[in-house]
């Protein structure tokens, strides 16, 4: 009688090995969290001395382009505390402090590291000095007063005008047109309403220009017309234009 062949379950190896493959699994999966934990805690240092801490701090506030105004004007309406990290200085805000600053035309802030913000202004330029009173009131180019003075700076024209907001804007618009040689010869701009501009050249010469508008054309009237003997000459109509 022949003897039965002897059955071995297979069960506890293919145990033995899934336990294999658990263990492997764990010993990666710690693996790589661990390499990812030595990544993310430098970076993690890193956000915190440039975020959390003075070690990256605002330290001093480098003004440049500042003739009208002092650095010290300046910095006062940067308004930011020492040590502010410098990453979370909130540039377009500084930018609006100082621009709310009646001289200043434009600004631009930046963040020099590690530890300064540079601060570059334009300052508005006088194109007119409005008499009021005693003293006079500059304008610039787009009609914004931002200083007053006691004396008319050199080089900037006298404007005698109403306080008509439109009357000025026309006045300086005529003022923009000029050419050089014109300019030069300028002492007052007159207006009493958009359409009555004048100017007054060396010589006490009074030129009646009218409205902003063919500004080019009454230019160059004006420049043939005054190598003509005369006091008072009109080129409110370039197309016909007198003297007298």
Known sequence: MSRMPR???????????AAAARRERR????????????????????????LGTSLLGVSKVVVSGEHRLTASEIQAAVDVPRGTPLARVD???VARRVRALAEVASVSV?????????VVVVERAAAVAVPRGKVYDLLDDDGVRFDTVTRVPRGVVVLQTSSDEATRA?????????????HRLLWFLRASSPEQVSLVLQGNRVVVWGS??????????????L?????????????????R
């Open 27 to 50: 010993t990666s999966l710690l693996r790589r969290s661990g390499w990812a934990l030595l990544g993310v805690v430098p970076l993690a240092l890193v956000a915190w001395v440039v």
């Open 110 to 118: 930046t963040r020099a590291w590690p530890s300064s913000l540079r």
């Open 7 to 17: 059955v071995v379950s297979a069960a506890p190896k293919l145990k033995a090995r």
């Open 91 to 93: 540039t377009s805000a």
């Open 212 to 225: 902003p508008d063919e500004s080019a054309q009454k230019a160059a009237a004006t420049i043939a017309l």
């Open 227 to 243: 190598k003509l003997p005369g006091r008072v000459y009109d080129v409110s109509s370039p197309a016909v234009v007198t003297r």
């Open 170 to 182: 026309a006045a300086l618009q005529v003022l923009r047109s000029l050419p050089v040689s014109l």
